[in-house]
């Protein structure tokens, strides 16, 4: 029997958590069978040789915003299930409205680094107390007990009465208050535009627990990493607020403010408050912003997605706004026909922040923007709904498998539907190649609080990232890599996947080896450079010799181009790649496929046409190899 459930990876990873949630939602599955289950899959190799499981956390939270003091207070909920194989001691929480605190960590970093972020600066330092953010546990059990906590800067640690064994669940509930800071770093009040409340990262939220352990990382203004699970979370707050965000509204017919049915006539509140209550389905996050400005408008898609825009009319700014409702479904669909099915039935463009940042079902944009500027950044946060906020990678850990990924997928968006380019990822590759030049690049392994300063993150998270995902297709081939990219989404989706776990289907997909590229371009500094070294006639033939500057081995193109406007490829795949991308559309036929081993530093291969026939020789037209020295790799005639 165990054999008919074998036929995929992720086939059988699914059966696992099948049989897992059976057990979490106490339906009477007879303990023996299950130890016994685990034991065949273990058997089998597939649990033992992945090692990968997905903890769950689902939360209900009740919450209580002062709009005259910006402070709050909530209950939750938190069910917290345990799929790893480990029994767990502690817990950790993240609150990270502490690091708007006068001497936080964030603080701390934010002064002493080379090149702060114009947003921060000391402007935490220089905080009101009024002005702060915190967030405080006041009072929590675990499955009624009381347990003991600590509050450390942004990590609540907590240690437990009794452990958390694996494949069981554990019920925490807390009390909690909070003050909403001032507008400085993607959360907090009284924005510069003059948003009220932009309330992200808000609540005590479990930190994630995978197969490299706990990650209670301090919040110091970098990237997130989260549990999946549901939330049910009911805000009360005054009554002129309209909110937007994560999640689906539940009572619309008692809120109005544009989310109520058609013909629906919403009956007055009975005191100064509303409740707002929304659920949201297997998701990591819950962001809402509210302002009682906000023009609400909503537009349904055929596919029955409604896309939700939340923004303050001003002069200028309402007319930018009115359009990119033209624009929001045409990118969700593009995105999810190229990168995978989008699986909400909502997206939310809500103006709030500092910027333009991403969560689940929604994202936080500055508002007062020209059309380019406001299409522009709402297509880069859309794009990270597929890679933050379904596939989800530790952002924290591999930030550019986010924040690259999403770039690249933002730039082919942008140029399908808003701003036609000939080669969309040229910002990109430029981007690269000023990190290189800068003489600041660190490994794209490093992790993103770790970089030495903020211009080495953002180039290597964002310009080198996209260049990672563009490249692999002039590895593998276009074809191939956009393949590739489907099965990643549909067999990562909801699992947190790492490089190696892309890496590997793109290795399926292709038929190639590939753990050379993620060796050389994610764990090092090492760069691409070859040159034409020389070109000799040989009677009826030319000879050719390529050479490698760089230290990173490559594949190379090498277009030929005769004077009679034809033109021919040498393709010169490397011998650790175990094969050859096929041929791609519109690519010159190959005339020549011969392996180059990495250790030789030169190539010299012979085409059959005198040298006087040929107009030019070139290292790659298509400009996808991101060689940093790009002028030795043409000759002409």
């Given at each position: 029997?165990?054999?008919?459930?074998?036929?995929?990876?992720?086939?059988?990873?699914?059966?696992?958590?099948?049989?897992?949630?059976?057990?979490?939602?106490?339906?009477?599955?007879?303990?023996?069978?299950?130890?016994?289950?685990?034991?065949?899959?273990?058997?089998?190799?597939?649990?033992?040789?992945?090692?990968?499981?997905?903890?769950?956390?689902?939360?209900?939270?009740?919450?209580?915003?002062?709009?005259?003091?910006?402070?709050?207070?909530?209950?939750?909920?938190?069910?917290?299930?345990?799929?790893?194989?480990?029994?767990?001691?502690?817990?950790?929480?993240?609150?990270?409205?502490?690091?708007?605190?006068?001497?936080?960590?964030?603080?701390?970093?934010?002064?002493?680094?080379?090149?702060?972020?114009?947003?921060?600066?000391?402007?935490?330092?220089?905080?009101?107390?009024?002005?702060?953010?915190?967030?405080?546990?006041?009072?929590?059990?675990?499955?009624?007990?009381?347990?003991?906590?600590?509050?450390?800067?942004?990590?609540?640690?907590?240690?437990?009465?009794?452990?958390?064994?694996?494949?069981?669940?554990?019920?925490?509930?807390?009390?909690?208050?909070?003050?909403?800071?001032?507008?400085?770093?993607?959360?907090?009040?009284?924005?510069?535009?003059?948003?009220?409340?932009?309330?992200?990262?808000?609540?005590?939220?479990?930190?994630?627990?995978?197969?490299?352990?706990?990650?209670?990382?301090?919040?110091?203004?970098?990237?997130?990493?989260?549990?999946?699970?549901?939330?049910?979370?009911?805000?009360?707050?005054?009554?002129?607020?309209?909110?937007?965000?994560?999640?689906?509204?539940?009572?619309?017919?008692?809120?109005?403010?544009?989310?109520?049915?058609?013909?629906?006539?919403?009956?007055?509140?009975?005191?100064?408050?509303?409740?707002?209550?929304?659920?949201?389905?297997?998701?990591?996050?819950?962001?809402?912003?509210?302002?009682?400005?906000?023009r609400h408008d909503k537009f349904l898609m055929d596919n029955g997605i409604t896309v939700h825009h939340l923004y303050i009319p001003e002069d200028g700014a309402t007319e930018n706004w009115e359009k990119l409702m033209e624009y929001t479904p045409k990118a969700i669909e593009f995105m999810s026909e190229h990168f995978?099915?989008?699986?909400?039935?909502?997206?939310?463009?809500?103006?709030?922040?500092?910027?333009?940042?991403?969560?689940?079902?929604?994202?936080?944009?500055?508002?007062?923007?020209?059309?380019?500027?406001?299409?522009?950044?709402?297509?880069?946060?859309?794009?990270?709904?597929?890679?933050?906020?379904?596939?989800?990678?530790?952002?924290?850990?591999?930030?550019?498998?986010?924040?690259?990924?999403?770039?690249?997928?933002?730039?082919?968006?942008?140029?399908?539907?808003?701003?036609?380019?000939?080669?969309?990822?040229?910002?990109?590759?430029?981007?690269?190649?000023?990190?290189?030049?800068?003489?600041?690049?660190?490994?794209?392994?490093?992790?993103?609080?770790?970089?030495?300063?903020?211009?080495?993150?953002?180039?290597?998270?964002?310009?080198?990232?996209?260049?990672?995902?563009?490249?692999?297709?002039?590895?593998?081939?276009?074809?191939?890599?956009?393949?590739?990219?489907?099965?990643?989404?549909?067999?990562?989706?909801?699992?947190?996947?790492?490089?190696?776990?892309?890496?590997?289907?793109?290795?399926?997909?292709?038929?190639?080896?590939?753990?050379?590229?993620?060796?050389?371009?994610?764990?090092?500094?090492?760069?691409?450079?070859?040159?034409?070294?020389?070109?000799?006639?040989q009677g009826d033939k030319t000879e050719i010799t390529l050479e490698r500057i760089g230290l990173m081995p490559m594949p190379i193109d090498l277009v030929i181009t005769y004077k009679d406007g034809t033109s021919e490829m040498v393709y010169l795949p490397l011998e650790i790649m175990r094969g050859e991308k096929a041929?791609?559309?519109?690519?010159?036929?190959?005339?020549?496929?011969?392996?180059?081993?990495?250790?030789?530093?030169?190539?010299?291969?012979?085409?059959?046409?005198?040298?006087?026939?040929?107009?030019?020789?070139?290292?790659?037209?298509?400009?996808?190899?991101?060689?940093?020295?790009?002028?030795?790799?043409?000759?002409?005639?």
């Open positions: 029997m165990l054999l008919f459930f074998t036929g995929g990876f992720g086939t059988l990873l699914d059966l696992v958590f099948f049989v897992k949630k059976l057990i979490t939602m106490h339906i009477k599955l007879a303990k023996p069978f299950y130890g016994l289950f685990l034991l065949m899959i273990g058997s089998s190799g597939v649990f033992a040789q992945t090692g990968r499981f997905q903890q769950a956390a689902d939360y209900q939270m009740d919450v209580n915003m002062d709009v005259k003091t910006n402070q709050y207070t909530g209950t939750q909920v938190l069910v917290y299930t345990n799929n790893s194989p480990d029994t767990l001691h502690r817990v950790f929480y993240h609150l990270y409205y502490n690091a708007f605190q006068p001497g936080s960590m964030m603080d701390e970093r934010s002064r002493s680094i080379a090149d702060p972020d114009r947003r921060v600066g000391d402007r935490i330092s220089k905080l009101k107390p009024e002005e702060i953010g915190y967030l405080r546990v006041n009072s929590l059990t675990m499955n009624g007990k009381d347990v003991d906590f600590e509050e450390v800067g942004t990590i609540l640690e907590v240690e437990l009465t009794e452990p958390i064994l694996p494949n069981s669940d554990a019920t925490f509930e807390m009390s909690f208050n909070g003050q909403v800071p001032l507008q400085i770093r993607r959360s907090g009040r009284d924005s510069e535009e003059g948003v009220r409340y932009s309330m992200s990262q808000w609540y005590p939220k479990m930190s994630e627990y995978d197969e490299q352990g706990w990650h209670a990382n301090p919040y110091i203004g970098r990237e997130f990493y989260g549990i999946w699970g549901d939330f049910d979370v009911k805000i009360t707050i005054d009554k002129t607020y309209v909110i937007g965000g994560t999640g689906y509204l539940q009572n619309p017919n008692e809120i109005g403010h544009g989310y109520e049915d058609a013909g629906v006539t919403v009956p007055e509140p009975i005191g100064e408050n509303l409740t707002w209550h929304f659920k949201a389905p297997q998701v990591h996050d819950f962001m809402w912003a509210a302002d009682p400005k906000y995978g099915q989008y699986p909400y039935k909502q997206y939310s463009v809500i103006q709030g922040g500092d910027g333009g940042m991403e969560y689940p079902m929604s994202t936080l944009v500055t508002g007062g923007r020209n059309l380019n500027s406001l299409v522009g950044v709402m297509i880069h946060e859309l794009g990270h709904s597929w890679f933050q906020g379904v596939i989800a990678t530790n952002e924290a850990l591999y930030p550019w498998m986010d924040e690259g990924f999403t770039s690249y997928a933002a730039s082919l968006t942008s140029s399908a539907i808003f701003r036609p380019s000939e080669n969309p990822l040229r910002g990109s590759y430029a981007g690269y190649y000023r990190l290189v030049s800068s003489g600041k690049e660190e490994p794209m392994s490093t992790h993103s609080d770790h970089y030495h300063t903020n211009s080495a993150y953002s180039a290597a998270a964002y310009s080198k990232g996209a260049v990672f995902m563009a490249q692999m297709g002039y590895i593998i081939g276009e074809e191939a890599r956009d393949r590739g990219i489907h099965r990643y989404f549909n067999t990562w989706r909801f699992k947190h996947p790492n490089v190696n776990d892309y890496i590997r289907i793109m290795e399926k997909e292709s038929g190639l080896e590939l753990d050379w590229y993620k060796e050389y371009f994610v764990y090092t500094t090492k760069t691409i450079d070859y040159g034409i070294k020389a070109v000799k006639a041929p791609e559309d519109g690519a010159p036929t190959r005339v020549i496929s011969e392996d180059w081993p990495w250790t030789n530093l030169t190539k010299t291969i012979t085409v059959n046409k005198k040298s006087d026939l040929i107009k030019s020789i070139e290292i790659d037209p298509s400009k996808r190899l991101a060689d940093i020295a790009q002028e030795n790799n043409k000759v002409e005639f």
